[in-house]
């Protein structure tokens, strides 16, 4: 009886590594985001910040808003993008495109302009909006700090957070 149960805790152990080891290896998979590098695709990830962050980096992040992945057309010079709430891709035809990570579009009704540069999301506003404050308020981490915003544990966070994503 009692080899039976060491029997089966070891197997019950091993089962656990493996999950536990698989885990890790997709969290890893995600955290490099390396399905979108293949696919010329990049996100921008916004966080709220309670107040206007400063030196590029928000002291008081307030709560992450909508992501929104872009796929690059290099050859188009177009560039495809849609967000996280509603997976509806649209087109933007006023591009500038170096590669994945440095390029620059405008809206078609050209009310801002925005990019990436060396991989980092950056936007300007061409036109006077009663919301232009608020978005001086909007910090664009890398995609770890976006997922860790509000978090408590933060290996927890790691772990399940970025396989969820």
């Avoid at 010329?40 to 992501?67: A, F, G, H, R, W």
């Avoid at 872009?70 to 010079?77: A, F, G, P, T, V």
């Amino acid at each position: 009886m009692q080899q039976r149960i060491k029997k089966f805790f070891n197997i019950f152990g091993k089962i656990i590594g493996l999950i536990m080891l698989l885990l890790i290896v997709v969290s890893i998979y995600k955290f490099l985001n390396i399905g979108g590098f293949f696919r010329s695709e990049i996100t921008e990830y916004p966080v709220m910040c309670k107040k206007e962050p400063t030196l590029n980096k928000c002291q008081n992040p307030d709560s992450t808003l909508n992501k929104t992945t872009y796929k690059i057309l290099k050859n188009r010079q177009e560039v495809l993008y849609w967000s996280s709430v509603d997976d509806v891709p649209r087109k933007l035809t006023k591009c500038a495109i170096k590669d994945r990570k440095n390029w620059s579009c405008k809206y078609n009704d050209e009310s801002a302009e925005f990019g990436f540069k060396d991989g980092k999301f950056w936007n300007v506003s061409l036109e006077e909006s009663i919301l232009n404050d608020e978005y001086r308020k909007v910090y664009y981490p890398s995609r770890t700090e976006y997922l860790m915003t509000g978090c408590k544990n933060k290996l927890f966070c790691f772990l399940f957070l970025n396989i969820l994503d």
